[in-house]
């Protein structure tokens, strides 16, 4: 979470330092399918040209204008431009929409707002699975000790991890969202909770670690399988 803070205010800050003097970057993240509004915190705009334009490295189209004297709204039907703050409201947003954004207020002096939106979609639930390879070398039938990889599909910014109660002691990410999170777990024996949690800046998912359902190795499951389709001639 920190590097990731630390590489968008450096990317704030290379685009404030090439873009105009003083124009600072609002970042701003969104939810695909969801409703977000870039607000302005400008209130009273009267008589003023606004149009906003967009770009998904630089701000070079435009996308929304409002003349307000001659109240001339002009907007595709996923935006709306508020009249009163020249706040942009955008609806169902999708990864298409990541890019920047740029306000222009046109008065006695030109006065401009940049925002960096970036939208995500919510992360998916990670799922346990016993780790084959390593318990295969380990007799079935002790149990004092397991072990399982937890999988996430993977996505914009998302951090898998493993906790111990509240503490976690491993996580990973992996910048290329084509290659599927894994992140492996030693069980040991005793009454410490272990859950595994993917998340992204706008959501999260957790699973807990069962010992009984996902410490049980493949072999053991079939043999369950096997026998209980064997008790029931019906199947
Ligand atoms: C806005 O423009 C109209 C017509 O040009 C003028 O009558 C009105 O006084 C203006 N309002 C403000 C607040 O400048
Ligand atoms: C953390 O995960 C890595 C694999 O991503 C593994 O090699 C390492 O042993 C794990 N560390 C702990 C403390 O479980
Ligand atoms: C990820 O997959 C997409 C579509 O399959 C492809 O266009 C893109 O180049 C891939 N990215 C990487 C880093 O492999």
Request: proline share 5%; hydrophobic share 35%; aromatic share 6%.
């Amino acid at each position: 979470m920190l590097a990731i803070d630390l590489i968008q205010l450096c990317i704030c800050f290379i685009l404030g330092v090439l873009g105009d003097v003083g124009t600072e970057i609002k970042t701003v993240r969104g939810i695909e399918g969801q409703t977000i509004t870039l607000n302005t915190g400008l209130t009273g705009l009267q008589n003023d040209s606004i149009y906003w334009t967009y770009g998904p490295v630089r701000a070079q189209t435009r996308i929304a204008t409002l003349n307000v004297g001659r109240n001339i709204p002009e907007y595709n039907e996923r935006l709306n431009l508020d009249a009163q703050s020249g706040s942009l409201t955008i609806r169902s947003l999708t990864t298409s929409d990541n890019g920047i954004y740029e306000l222009t207020v046109l008065r006695e002096q030109v006065l401009k707002q940049t925002f960096k939106l970036t939208i995500y979609a919510p992360v998916s639930a990670p799922y346990i699975r016993p780790q084959t390879q390593s318990r295969s070398l380990a007799s079935p039938l002790k149990q004092e000790s397991c072990s399982v990889v937890c999988t996430v599909k993977n996505g914009r910014d998302v951090t898998l991890s493993w906790y111990r109660g509240e503490e976690r002691i491993n996580q990973t990410i992996n910048p290329d969202t084509n290659k599927t999170l894994f992140l492996p777990l030693e069980v040991n024996e005793g009454n410490d909770i272990y859950s595994c949690v993917a998340n992204n800046p706008v959501s999260d998912q957790t699973i807990k670690l069962s010992i009984e359902e996902h410490c049980q190795p493949d072999s053991a499951r079939e043999l369950h399988i096997a026998y209980c389709t064997l008790m029931q001639p019906g199947l």
